[in-house]
């Protein structure tokens, strides 16, 4: 009863910002991607803007097309964050079966081995709707492409780690916070800015992988920050998101590319 409870008051909470993100479905071959996308309040179709995609964490998959705005979608929607940063911010959501990252999970055993990464890149359904999604995007509106950012949380944060090392020249910057991935695909993730955020005390994601991940980036002299909060378990999203150096950081990285 008090999960149910618990369950409709995030539902509510959720609702009430849910209102300025426009809901939307994203077809791909045989399959389908609910997304929520927030344009800038003075938004004008003739500017170029910065997008940001935002991939949730493991309790806020589904298809209602709502709850993966439980865990950021009020900061991106603030009056401050508008006001500073003119970008298009878009969270898709993950089927209830489905998950962002290539990872082999077990929660029966012990913590350090709960979460296995694939050595090599495999194939990925869901990260490819995402790429898919992003075309899209890039066809209806004109984003930046020097500007591209993602970040995500939990397994949002793994699927941070794993589309970027899918995409090396594509991401200005990304965060992921409490996630991980295979420290070999290092080299694919140099090219990008990125800023690692994991609590000390988690008991959910193991903190070695993120630890991994930043010194295998370090030792290839990547662009790499990391933040460890040492008291904080596994929603160390919550001191990541009231970091005031994290969007600044942020927007201020851009992208070489080539037509």
């Not at 009056?79 to 969270?91: C, G, L, P, Q, T």
């Not at 050595?119 to 999604?133: G, R, T, V």
Request: charged share 20%.
């Amino acid at each position: 009863m008090k999960k149910y409870l618990y369950f409709l008051l995030i539902l509510r909470f959720t609702s009430l910002f849910a209102q300025e993100y426009e809901p939307n479905v994203f077809f791909y071959q045989n399959d389908t991607l609910p997304y929520r996308i927030l344009l800038p309040k003075d938004f004008d179709s003739q500017k170029s803007y910065p997008l940001l995609i935002f991939l949730h964490g493991l309790g806020e998959r589904g298809k209602d097309n709502e709850l993966q705005l439980f865990h950021g979608g009020s900061l991106f929607q603030s009056d401050e964050f508008r006001a500073k940063y003119s970008a298009i911010v878009v969270f898709p959501q993950c089927p209830v079966a489905s998950y962002w990252a290539s990872v082999k999970r077990d929660y029966d055993t012990s913590l350090n081995k709960k979460h296995t990464y694939a050595k090599a890149l495999p194939e990925n359904p869901q990260l490819e709707i995402i790429e898919a999604l992003i075309k899209s995007l890039e066809q209806s509106y004109s984003i930046d492409p020097s500007r591209r950012y993602i970040g995500g949380l939990s397994m949002g944060g793994m699927g941070t780690f794993e589309l970027v090392s899918r995409n090396p020249d594509f991401f200005a910057a990304a965060f992921p916070i409490c996630g991980g991935a295979n420290p070999n695909w290092a080299p694919l993730l140099s090219k990008t800015h990125l800023w690692i955020f994991h609590g000390e005390m988690d008991d959910v994601v193991w903190v070695e992988h993120s630890k991994r991940m930043f010194r295998a980036l370090k030792k290839l002299y990547a662009p790499v920050r990391f933040t460890l909060y040492p008291d904080i378990k596994h929603d160390s999203w919550h001191n990541a998101f009231t970091n005031p150096d994290l969007m600044k950081w942020l927007f201020s990285k851009t992208k070489k590319y080539s037509e």
